[in-house]
């Protein structure tokens, strides 16, 4: 397997655009994170799918921010409208199961000017 | 709400010297995980503890989860240049959510 695919890779945009992030879990896995990770913030969960359901969304920082799961082998995050302080590094990872590590894709380094 | 705490935040270390990061949680955890993650690089999962006072060990790398599984620790033996990296522990709730601690970055002098 190619492990956990995410894309793009680096993303630069201006303030008020649309930015959507996709990912594509390791397959069999059936549970899906979303974090965003920042220097000054650490490693933040934003939300997580169980079987392609929304499970908790708590993390995600406000309306501007929703994330999908249309099937077990793709997911979006997207940021709409974006702000420079979205700038951040967003990991999608994916688990089988809560007893098992997560394996983490590259991340998106998005910068927002 | 659930916190997990992980000190300290930075560790520099002479080649071949020991280094050790905790971690605490504010809430009983049904598991623990730790992850290491390289300079721009992601998250590479490292092991799971479960049960209470597991102790767990790869080469040179011990992990132990207390008795209350409230904490955790990571213990590095003459570290190498290859460690170098920040070390996470994240801790699972029985509500399934899962909580990051704030790493330790680990730095080594030759």
């Known amino acids: 397997d190619a492990g956990v695919i995410q894309s793009p890779r680096h993303e630069v945009t201006e303030m008020g655009q649309e930015v959507t992030l996709r990912c594509k879990p390791i397959?069999?896995?059936?549970?899906l994170f979303w974090y965003r990770q920042t220097m000054m913030r650490g490693l933040e969960l934003l939300i997580y799918f169980n079987n392609n359901v929304p499970i908790d969304d708590s993390g995600m920082p406000e309306d501007r921010f929703s994330a999908k799961m249309p099937n077990a082998s793709f997911s979006t995050l997207k940021i709409q409208p974006s702000e420079p302080r979205d700038s951040a590094v967003y990991f999608c990872?994916?688990?089988?199961?809560?007893?098992?590590?997560?394996?983490f894709g590259p991340g998106t380094r998005l910068l927002v000017l | 709400g659930q916190q997990v705490m992980q000190i300290p935040q930075y560790q520099h270390v002479q080649e071949g010297e020991d280094f050790t990061t905790y971690c605490n949680s504010s809430t009983t955890l049904s598991n623990i995980q730790w992850y290491k993650q390289r300079p721009g690089g992601h998250p590479v999962f490292l092991i799971q503890l479960v049960k209470s006072g597991e102790v767990k060990k790869q080469k040179r790398l011990t992990f132990q989860f207390g008795e209350a599984k409230k904490n955790s620790s990571l213990h590095i033996t003459a570290t190498q240049t290859t460690d170098v990296g920040t070390y996470f522990c994240?801790?699972?709730?029985?509500?399934?959510?899962?909580?990051f601690g704030s790493g330790t970055r680990l730095s080594i002098r030759p």
């Open positions: 397959s069999g896995h059936d549970y």
């Open positions: 994240a801790g699972y709730s029985s509500a399934s959510k899962i909580i």
């Open positions: 990872a994916s688990s089988l199961g809560t007893s098992g590590g997560a394996w």
